[in-house]
């Protein structure tokens, strides 16, 4: 025996453990392949093919409309799945927060845009929808030191709204079915600012009650 401790020999004297940081970033890592991750990765290649097919041929190919429609549906019951599969099995990465919301976003917004730009849907219908998306994202992310606000239900239907309607403007309708998409797109539009007013106050409540527990706790009021 030396009689020098081994920390002070430059050494731990242990090895580290398999579960320390470095095990847990290894697990992490790996943990980004996972299903649900590449369902989302999925929903975001499919954006492009999406839009390549509905603008094909001026946008008034109803073959190539179908098809566009067949990509956009793919996307929707993804996302419906990747969710359901993350939260179900415990596999939420950080990966999947943020990419998530984005792939959401990305074919929604590219499906509204072009049908605004084909002239099938009203500017000031994409330009709500799109408002209360990328504001609710955004305020998401300026709460979520505070707290996670869940999915309401009325948020669900809105969504349900939103792409069942969208995905309608896709088909090339015509005669009743025309009339019943102008329908559900106007639920979709008020359900969309009904929940983005009800998200807002939820979040500003949160973020007072977050602050509060700051103060009370000592920390810095942020």
Known sequence: M???????????????????????????????????????????????GFVMLLLADGGYDPAMRAWAWAAFAVAMITDIFDG??????NLVTD????????????IMGAALICLSLLGDLPWWVT??????????????????RHGVIPASRGGKLKTLAQGTATGMYVLALTGPLATLRFWVMALAVVLTVVTGLDY????IVLRRQGLAAQRAGGGPAL
Do not use: C
């Open 200 to 203: 807002v106050r939820q979040a």
């Open 84 to 89: 359901h599969l993350a939260r179900t099995y």
């Open 95 to 106: 990966f999947g927060k943020i990419a998530d919301p984005i792939a959401d976003k990305a």
């Open 2 to 48: 030396t009689g020098v401790p081994a920390s002070a020999a430059g050494g731990t004297g242990r090895t580290p453990a398999p579960g320390g940081k470095l095990g847990a970033a290894a697990v992490n890592q790996a943990s980004l392949w996972n299903i649900a991750n590449i369902l989302t990765m999925i929903r975001l290649v499919l954006v492009p």
């Open 127 to 144: 330009g709500v929808i799109l408002f209360r998306e990328l504001g609710i994202t955004l305020l998401r992310f300026w709460v979520i």
